[in-house]
């Protein structure tokens, strides 16, 4: 089993959300490569990064975050270096924002509402770029995908 912590961002800032309700937003810290740091001095290898303001907006906002936590990580191993790897997710809905996303840095990305709402582009990602790159985030409320 791999433990893959979470860090959701608004406004380039750490948040919680409750029940995905932005008006519940709490702050918990202002430094999200701070946060990250801190996950991968404690050996963590991977990480969820949400775009929420990319997931209320319908396209990929905070990659300038995604890039930070991307270029300025790494996790020391036998003999080798290799970045945190980041699993990105919230706002892509185009070939243009995965694109933005490969390139400030994710290793994989999440696809949630995306697959539900335009399945064809979903699948066409899963082609293009591999099940390895690109994955599908269902949330359950009740026994309900």
Excluded at 83 to 103: Q, V
Aim: proline fraction near 1%; charged fraction near 30%.
């Amino acid at each position: 089993m791999r433990i893959i912590p979470a860090i959701d961002i608004i406004e380039g800032k750490c948040v919680r959300l409750s029940k995905g309700d932005y008006d519940t937003k709490i702050i918990y810290n202002e430094n999200p490569l701070e946060v990250a740091k801190s996950f991968e001095a404690h050996g963590i290898e991977y990480l969820h990064l949400v775009d929420l303001d990319g997931a209320k907006s319908s396209q990929i906002v905070n990659y300038k975050i995604l890039e930070q936590i991307a270029t300025k990580t790494k996790l020391k191993q036998i003999a080798t270096q290799t970045k945190l790897k980041i699993d990105f997710g919230g706002g892509l809905k185009s070939d243009a924002d995965l694109k933005i996303a490969f390139e400030s840095g994710a290793s994989q990305i999440t696809g949630g509402s995306i697959a539900v709402k335009n399945r064809a582009i979903f699948e066409k990602w899963i082609s293009e770029y591999g099940s390895d790159k690109i994955i599908l985030g269902a949330d359950a409320n009740n026994e309900k995908v």
